[in-house]
């Protein structure tokens, strides 16, 4: 069974731009979730995902946003790009409550 | 605030010796944790999970054990093997209450020394 992917792997964008990360969940998983990681903040929850509508949302603000498609792939879009932004954006699926796996990760990097 | 802690940024242990890695959490709400083991910009891998129900869950050299009272949990690997140094990552989730976020210590480092 195919893992979570992401795409792209590695970004590099400007201040004030926009971004959208994507994410395929493992075939069959209908919840996909978003994580920041910095070195100053650890793993935080951004939001997450289960048919389609926002299940769970953390503590970022509404320049972070996302949605799903009706085959569970997931996108997540930053607009205003600001230095602080710069992480390792990472994206989990599971089949509802329970074991959450991991895709390898985006990492955006802001200039 | 935050809500799981992993106090000990670091272990080292010699190849074949038990390892034990720490955690504790503060929001009682919490009633389902799991372990990831994570290597430089990779994602985390799953390494084993625990209901609130249950005091232990082994899986072949991993177990781990919950201290509800205590609000304490740790993973035992055994043996140790070099393979396994990476960071390891405890995290709690509260899906009793329709919440599937999970949220993260901030990594114990172990180094399995040959």
């Known amino acids: 069974k195919a893992g979570v992917t992401q795409t792209p792997r590695y970004l590099i964008k400007t201040r004030g731009q926009q971004v959208t990360l994507s994410c395929s969940p493992i075939s069959g998983h209908r919840s996909v979730s978003w994580y920041q990681q910095t070195p100053g903040q650890g793993l935080q929850f951004l939001f997450e995902y289960f048919s389609e509508t926002q299940r769970n949302k953390g503590n970022f603000p509404g320049r972070f946003s996302g949605r799903q498609f009706s085959n569970s792939r997931s996108e997540m879009n930053v607009s205003t790009l600001e230095l602080g932004d710069s992480a390792l954006y990472l994206c989990?699926?599971?089949?509802?409550?329970?074991?959450?796996?991991f895709g390898p990760g985006t990492r955006l990097t802001v200039l | 605030d935050q809500q799981v802690k992993q106090n000990s940024p670091s272990l080292s242990v010699q190849e074949g010796r038990i390892s034990i890695l720490n955690c504790d959490y503060t929001?009682?709400?919490?009633?389902?944790f799991l372990w990831y083991k994570k290597y430089p910009a990779e994602g985390p891998t799953f390494l084993i999970s625990i209901s609130s129900i249950k005091d232990k869950n082994e899986d072949g050299r991993f177990t781990v054990f919950l201290n509800k009272s205590a609000k304490h949990l740790s993973l035992h690997i055994v043996p140790s093997q070099p393979g396994d140094s990476a960071v390891y990552f405890c995290a709690a989730t509260a899906p009793s209450t329709g919440a599937n976020n999970l949220f993260f210590g901030t990594g114990t480092r172990l180094t399995v020394i040959p």
């Open positions: 989990a699926s599971s089949w509802d409550y329970n074991e959450q796996f």
């Open positions: 929001n009682s709400m919490f009633d389902y």
